[in-house]
């Protein structure tokens, strides 16, 4: 990902996809989509030190999963994160 990546522009459809995902997400985890979108970002700088990754291809999601040692479900977050190359 370069510096340029993130001031590209994304068409609407683009941006009420994203928009309506984090919706969903902060929904399922009861927090709002600021934080959602923060911990987007935290996570595409973080792993950019590493590696080059596609970010419009990243997709966060919030689930129930149940959890040993715990009675019920608890929230977990998974990502998808598509992976362009290695950084040396």
Same mark, same amino acid.
């Given at each position: 990902? *370069?510096?340029?990546?993130?001031?590209?522009? &994304?068409?609407?459809?683009?941006?009420? &996809? @994203? !928009?309506?995902?984090? +919706? +969903?997400? *902060? @929904? !399922? $985890?009861?927090?709002?989509?600021? =934080?959602?979108? $923060?911990?987007?970002?935290? =996570?595409? /700088?973080?792993?950019?030190?590493?590696?080059?990754?596609?970010?419009?291809? +990243?997709?966060? /999601?919030? %689930? /129930? %999963?149940?959890?040993?040692?715990?009675?019920?479900?608890?929230?977990?977050?998974? $990502?998808?994160?598509?992976?362009?190359? =290695? !950084?040396?």
């Amino acid at each position: 990902m *370069s510096v340029f990546d993130l001031f590209r522009k &994304k068409n609407s459809g683009s941006i009420a &996809k @994203d !928009r309506l995902k984090l +919706l +969903l997400v *902060s @929904d !399922r $985890a009861s927090c709002s989509p600021e =934080i959602m979108e $923060a911990i987007k970002n935290d =996570i595409i /700088q973080v792993i950019s030190k590493y590696m080059e990754i596609d970010a419009e291809g +990243l997709d966060i /999601q919030i %689930t /129930q %999963t149940e959890c040993e040692g715990s009675e019920g479900k608890v929230p977990a977050l998974f $990502a998808n994160i598509p992976i362009k190359d =290695i !950084r040396k």
